[in-house]
């Protein structure tokens, strides 16, 4: 099973996670994949994240996490011992967010809402130091990300299994190219460095 965590002002509608759905589908394994509709709110976004691995069998439960949702995939990760897919995670999020406080809109839903102090308050709360077990994580990082400083993020999940793209983009838009590379890290099956 994989539960896949959308990113800041995304949804279960982005393209990564059609991607995830479509190549298991072709598998005969759609119902493999929850995407759960996240709040902005960080809180009720990991209550949500929770009830939605409460469904699932630990041991054949992988988290796939895009920006901010690699953010949360880290604390639900360290929490419950589960493998953990980051595909351009956020670290601090709560700095990062900052010069975004005031008015935002979801990009699929049109929903809005005002970000706020006690939006980046939450998501400090939800800060995790060192990782326990690098082994557990696959990172997926475009050198070229235009939102976050990947080398931050190296230096984050340093010791973890990492597909390193020298180019790319915040969204990953490489990321069809790499899923054989995350079903298998999903299934136990793992082929891709640690560095």
Same mark, same amino acid.
């Given at each position: 099973?994989?539960?896949?965590? +959308? !990113?800041?002002? %995304?949804?279960?509608?982005?393209?990564? *996670? #059609?991607?995830?759905?479509?190549?298991?589908?072709?598998? /005969?394994?759609?119902?493999?994949?929850?995407?759960?509709?996240?709040?902005?709110?960080?809180?009720?976004?990991?209550?949500?994240?929770?009830?939605?691995?409460?469904?699932?069998?630990?041991?054949?439960?992988?988290?796939?996490?895009?920006?901010?949702?690699?953010?949360?995939?880290?604390?639900?990760?360290?929490? +419950? !011992?589960?493998? %953990?897919?980051?595909?351009?995670?956020? *670290? #601090?999020?709560?700095?990062?967010?900052?010069?975004?406080? /005031?008015?935002?809109?979801?990009?699929?839903?049109?929903?809005?809402?005002?970000?706020?102090?006690?939006?980046?308050?939450?998501?400090?709360?939800?800060?995790?130091?060192?990782?326990?077990?690098?082994?557990?994580?696959?990172?997926?990082?475009?050198?070229?990300?235009?939102?976050?400083?990947?080398?931050?993020?190296?230096?984050?999940?340093?010791?973890?299994?990492?597909?390193?793209?020298?180019?790319?983009?915040?969204?990953?838009?490489?990321?069809?190219?790499?899923?054989?590379?995350?079903?298998?890290?999903?299934?136990?099956?793992?082929?891709?460095?640690?560095?």
């Amino acid at each position: 099973m994989f539960v896949y965590l +959308h !990113g800041f002002n %995304s949804s279960p509608q982005s393209f990564k *996670v #059609r991607v995830l759905r479509e190549r298991l589908s072709a598998m /005969g394994r759609g119902a493999e994949v929850i995407a759960p509709e996240l709040s902005h709110w960080p809180e009720r976004a990991i209550e949500t994240a929770e009830r939605a691995l409460a469904a699932c069998e630990p041991s054949t439960t992988t988290l796939v996490g895009s920006s901010l949702g690699g953010y949360y995939a880290t604390w639900l990760a360290e929490r +419950h !011992g589960l493998r %953990s897919v980051l595909v351009n995670p956020a *670290v #601090r999020p709560y700095e990062l967010l900052g010069q975004f406080v /005031g008015m935002q809109t979801n990009l699929y839903t049109g929903a809005s809402y005002e970000l706020t102090a006690a939006h980046l308050e939450q998501l400090r709360a939800l800060e995790i130091g060192e990782i326990t077990h690098p082994e557990r994580y696959l990172l997926l990082v475009a050198m070229a990300d235009e939102v976050l400083d990947s080398r931050v993020t190296l230096h984050k999940y340093r010791g973890t299994h990492q597909i390193i793209d020298p180019g790319g983009d915040h969204g990953f838009s490489d990321f069809a190219r790499h899923i054989d590379a995350i079903l298998a890290f999903g299934a136990g099956a793992v082929s891709v460095p640690r560095r």
